[in-house]
């Protein structure tokens, strides 16, 4: 299964986690709005190699 990267917003992610408070639990909305609720910020590549002056 191949990985999807899709952008959201602080303000879509809130958004999306009261909408799922408000309906009553993750299970009554769409299985995407659960998605963006739970979204993550990606980890930034470090870069592993010593600095060299």
Known sequence: M???IVKVTR???ESAK???R???GEDKVDPDIVLIANAR???RPTNTEPLTP
Do not use: E, N, T, V
Request: overall charge positive; cysteine-free; glycine content about 6%.
């Open 41 to 43: 910020r990606r980890p």
């Open 11 to 13: 303000d879509q992610i």
């Open 22 to 24: 408000l309906r009553g």
């Open 2 to 4: 191949s990985q999807r």
């Open 18 to 20: 009261a909408l799922i």
